[in-house]
């Protein structure tokens, strides 16, 4: 019975440790291959589940008295906290976390504190991020009289009066709602042609531009939402924003504050900002914007690794995501959600470090480059 009682327990260390053996794996020089074998097809936490259970039914049969062990990890402590209970909107189509453009900042702030960053966006105005580490995650525009004139999230915190919801509701349905998406916009004199895009849908709404994007990987159905006055749109003079040393910065912490919360989404850890590495990939974005390629090889031939190796950044697992000519880190971000290699880089949950860096070409496009890491 002792050698009986020694294999339970080795069993049970075994299933405890195993996301530590997983990461290890992951981390050493053993071939790439055997690793993804081992880990996809022993499922050796499932099979130590199951005979943990069996052998704890037996002694209980056989007259021992066995504590209640539960084998999944508590919930973090966000998980646990109540859901936010959202209300229908009172005067438009949308609104998120309770919020509708036309509420005023100081009411927003007096519900849900100060924002955790502000950051200058393609419309000269700032995104407001308001977050609990990156749990309930939405963006605030506000205008010149502190009102709220654009709005964005990328988790469940959509609120509407015709059952539009994130996570739910497919491309199919939204359509069936609010119609077909329009094809152009007009700023001032000039009409733009908006391209055909299988990832979103715009809509006029409410005196208001609303963008609706689609996870193609998850059945199209709707991953976020941006939605903008049509004053605020309207009066963008350009298709692509004036590059600033100010937008640049603006673009970087926007794209990594999105990887996070969709990081999040997906019950992965948040990522660190690191400005070692955002170093690296804004000289990579730069290059690409000044040589006009669009290639994770730079032209000499250096591989992204290559170029983190002579920042000496040290690292035992890294990957990186480029992005070119979208109109705002959203977009860039939500086009790389479809993008299934792009995907995996974003939701890997061995990362732990990430820096984006944004350089624009003589037109003002924006190069995006993310460089995420684990040392």
């Known amino acids: 019975m002792f050698r009986f009682l020694r294999l339970i327990a080795l069993l049970f260390l075994l299933y405890i440790s195993w996301p530590f053996i997983a990461k290890q794996l992951d981390n050493s020089n053993i071939h790439a291959d055997f690793v993804s ?11 130590i589940s199951f005979l943990y259970d069996d052998i704890q039914q037996m002694l209980k049969q056989l007259g021992f008295q066995i504590d209640e062990m539960p084998l999944t990890q508590e919930k973090s402590k966000e998980e646990q906290q109540n859901k936010v209970e959202l209300t ?5 189509t949308f609104s998120i976390h309770n919020v509708e453009l036309g509420n005023a900042k100081a009411d927003i702030e007096h519900n849900l504190g100060i924002a955790k960053r502000i950051s200058l966006n393609e419309y000269g105005a700032n995104w407001h991020a308001y977050h609990e580490n990156y749990h309930d995650f939405f963006m605030v525009m506000y205008d010149e009289n502190n009102i709220a004139a654009g709005l964005y999230t ?3 915190l959509l609120a ?5 919801k994130i996570g739910t509701s497919t491309k199919e349905a939204v359509r069936s709602i609010l119609g077909e998406p329009i094809t152009k916009i007009q700023k001032g004199i000039v009409i733009y042609q908006l391209q055909e895009n299988n990832d979103n849908d715009l809509f006029l709404l409410d005196d208001t531009y609303v963008t609706i994007f689609y996870d193609k990987h998850e059945n199209n159905t709707v991953t976020a939402i941006q939605i903008v006055s049509k004053f605020l749109e309207e009066n963008k003079k350009d298709f692509y924003t004036e590059a600033t040393p100010a937008l640049k910065e603006g673009f970087e912490y926007q794209m990594f504050d999105l990887t996070n919360a969709a990081r999040v989404v997906h019950q992965l850890p948040v990522l660190t900002w690191d400005d070692h590495v955002r170093e690296t ?13 669009f290639d994770h090889k730079n032209l000499e031939g250096q ?15 890294a990957g990186e995501n480029l992005a070119y000519g979208q109109l705002s880190s959203i977009f860039a971000h939500e086009g790389l959600m479809n993008s299934l290699g792009h995907r995996e880089n974003i939701l890997r949950g061995e990362y732990e470090y990430l820096g984006v860096g944004v350089a624009f070409n003589a037109k003002s496009q924006p190069y995006y480059t993310q460089n995420y890491y684990t040392n």
């Open 160 to 164: 509407s009066t015709n059952g539009i």
């Open 281 to 293: 990939a804004r000289k990579h974005s730069a290059d690409m914007a000044e040589k006009n390629y």
């Open 154 to 156: 990328n988790q469940d």
């Open 37 to 47: 074998s081992l880990k996809e097809n022993l499922e050796v936490p499932e099979t």
């Open 88 to 92: 229908t909107p009172a005067e438009q």
């Open 303 to 317: 591989s992204p690794f290559d170029r983190m190796k002579e920042d000496d950044i040290l690292f035992q697992l």
